[in-house]
């Protein structure tokens, strides 16, 4: 963040933003805690920092904390209409909205994969007019002849190598490296979700989250990391919902990014045994749960991801081995991170470096930091509101939460440029969410080493 006075000169003297709505409160400015008043231009873009703004509307936010909204690049919101799914692109974004993110990653293991320009085009068209939220699109890296066509409109491609909903066993189990390489060409985001199958070993069928854990086992996760390390070529490459301190290690030492879930941090095997417990990969043992936590407020895990992934609560009490895997997530994960800043577990910096600034700088969206030219996509926190998670936090979920009963601290405000869309906690916004792609080039994109080295 620069000081304000060199801002006010650059700004007031070479180039007058026009202020279309001012936001007064306290921000995390060089490391404390400090009063800022944030000019937001009319193209929704913060264009002014200081002091004591003039020229606009001026919203006063009180005892409230000012943060960028975040940035969850893994969320599964199904169809964008409503449908037989629990969820679809009008609910999951206001979830996301109620919960502080401003811009959503959605994956593209649709019922059918979006692996075409056509299909790609489709849930766009869909779409518009739905999105409470921005939004990037994954496209599925499936067959390397289609890659430079969908880089044309997608916004980052994911790449499975374990089968998944949309995805079947003969697709995961296609050779990485031309698929890797087809990607690397284009300079656009992959996220890979990295567990091998030739290491499950679900027979007998596993009966609760310890049973799953050992059914897909943490070498699964390890061989597949070790595999993309060995195929992959110079790229913006990022593994997905990573659950073991030692691969946190491994990618860290390859300047690779990554994310990590709040379930994987927060919960483990011993959690709960019925299928609310049950998500890919799975829960690991407490001892492993509890060394990823001591590594993420130690500021080694540069992202972290709700992999939402919503399930109706019927579908959830079905016997373990035949309910879905999945927890939804996008809602809670940044209400749970606040309570530990309150708690004095995690600091404020870390929290809006792996939620904001690092997930948005991955994607090439300047989103996340409160700076000038920055989209003004911000939050207000009132930390005094800690209150417990209950079974639908927002109305809109399906009935359950694997966080049922634990704090968190939910956003009270959430603006999107000059328009409030959370107030007191309720949505209240239009449906102007946007598709987003990436802005900057691979180049100037600050390359993931540079990132991770700020991570930690
Ligand atoms: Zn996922």
Redesign the pocket.
């Known amino acids: 963040m620069p000081a304000r006075p060199r801002l006010r000169r650059k700004d007031g003297e070479t180039r007058p933003p026009t202020v279309e709505r001012i936001l007064a409160g306290r921000a995390l400015l060089r490391g404390k805690l400090q009063p800022i008043e944030i000019g937001v231009g009319e193209d929704g873009r913060i264009v002014r920092l200081g002091r004591s703004l003039t020229g606009a509307p001026r919203h006063d936010v009180g005892e409230g904390v000012i943060l960028p909204a975040g940035t969850d690049l893994?969320v599964?919101f199904r169809q964008p209409e409503p449908g037989p799914a629990a969820e679809d692109w009008n609910s999951g974004t206001v979830r996301a909205a109620l919960g502080g993110i401003g811009l959503v990653g959605e994956?593209p293991n649709a019922d059918l994969p979006v692996n075409t320009v056509d299909r790609l085009l489709d849930r766009q068209a869909r779409g518009r007019g739905r999105l409470a939220v921005d939004m990037l699109l994954f496209a599925a890296a499936m067959d390397p002849a289609r890659i430079s066509r969908l880089a044309e409109v997608c916004g980052a491609f994911k790449l499975y190598m374990s089968p998944?909903t949309g995805i079947s066993a003969e697709e995961a189990a296609r050779p990485i490296a031309p698929l890797l390489a087809a990607v690397a060409a284009t300079g656009m985001p992959l996220t890979v979700?990295a567990e091998d199958p030739r290491e499950f070993r679900d027979s007998p069928p596993a009966r609760d989250a310890v049973e799953w854990n050992r059914a897909r086992p943490p070498a699964s996760e390890e061989r597949a990391v070790d595999e993309l390390l060995a195929s992959a070529p110079p790229m913006r490459l990022h593994v997905?919902?990573v659950t073991l301190p030692s691969v946190v290690d491994r990618l860290r030492e390859a300047g690779v990014s990554f994310e990590v879930t709040p379930h994987h941090l927060l919960l483990s095997a011993k959690s709960g045994e019925d299928a609310r417990f049950k998500t890919n990969p799975p829960l690991r043992p407490d001892a492993i749960r509890a060394e990823l936590w001591r590594k993420y407020c130690a500021g080694e895990v540069p992202v972290v991801a709700s992999?939402h992934?919503p399930h109706h609560a019927s579908e959830k009490s079905e016997p373990f081995a035949k309910a879905p895997s999945?927890v939804p997530g996008v809602e809670t994960m940044m209400p749970l991170l606040l309570h530990h800043v309150r708690a004095g577990s995690v600091s404020l910096e870390l929290l809006q470096r792996t939620l904001c600034d690092l997930p948005a700088r991955w994607i090439g969206v300047p989103a996340g930091r409160i700076a000038v030219g920055h989209l003004a996509r911000l939050i207000v926190v009132d930390f005094r509101r800690d209150a417990k998670i209950s079974r639908r936090p927002s109305g809109h979920a399906e009935g359950w939460t694997p966080f049922d009963g634990v704090s968190a601290i939910f956003p009270q405000e959430h603006w999107r440029g000059s328009e409030r869309i959370v107030e007191g906690g309720e949505y209240v916004g239009r449906r102007v969410g946007e598709f987003v792609r990436p802005e900057y080039a691979p180049e100037a994109s600050s390359g993931l080493r540079p990132a991770l080295a700020d991570a930690g």
């Open positions: 893994h599964h994956m998944t979700h997905a919902h992999d992934a999945g």
